[in-house]
């Protein structure tokens, strides 16, 4: 088996009097695809915002290929080749299609005071890696304000395959779509998949994410209730673990 490309050790987060998180043990392997499942209030967007630099743990620490990481800032954590896709945020509605995909990695030409974008090669690229993806897709230069959720998804998703992201975080990505819009959000997915990022999947549908995932880690009331292969579990003992109703006869 490959060495984890994430490890979270202990991962603790305290708003106020609130714990979100209580010790949260957590590992992924490059081209893994992990669903994150727990019922409201259990510390999946918590934990999720941690691993994205986001939101700052208690205590707790994260390693990535094997090396101790400090994953302080959004910034930082992209860095660390981790991007983020949340339901609803995550797009500028004062950007193109195009300008959103590349978000301050424009590549540019020229030199001094001659550099320009490159709004050729932008157009290029953005074309072709959306041309790779299940969602048709509106021309580059679009403002997303006009797009659909989906195409909207669509939108973070190809920023994280053109950017070739190792670990890409999707936080209830189809929570508001409709039923086509989910399954071509869910093709997506799989492409991700197939080009090889290793990616955790925070949903309320048990169902996709018995369909897509390798392994099913369930949060309950901030601490970790199971982890296991999904092939080795039904959506009965997944429910379950949700619930606190597999207390007695735990799958993991
Ligand atoms: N910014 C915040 N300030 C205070 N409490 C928060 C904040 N974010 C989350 N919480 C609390 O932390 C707990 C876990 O929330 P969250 O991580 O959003 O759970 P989930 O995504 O599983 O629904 C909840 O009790 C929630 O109210
Ligand atoms: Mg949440």
Redesign the pocket.
Known sequence: MSEPLLRARGITKH??A?R?LAGVDFEIRPGELVGLV?D????????VKSLAGAVQPTSGTFEIDGKPVRLGTPQQARDAGIETVYQDLGLCDNLTVAENIYLGREPTRGWGPWRRVDRRRMGTEVREVLSTLSINMPEPGAQVTALSGGQRQAVALSRCKLWRRRLVLLDEPTAALGVQESARVVDTIRELSAAGAAIVLISHDIPMVMELTDRIVV?RKGTKAADVATEDVGEHDVVASITGAAARKEIA
């Open positions: 708003y106020g609130v979100a727990g409201n209030g259990a510390g999946k967007s918590t934990f949060l």
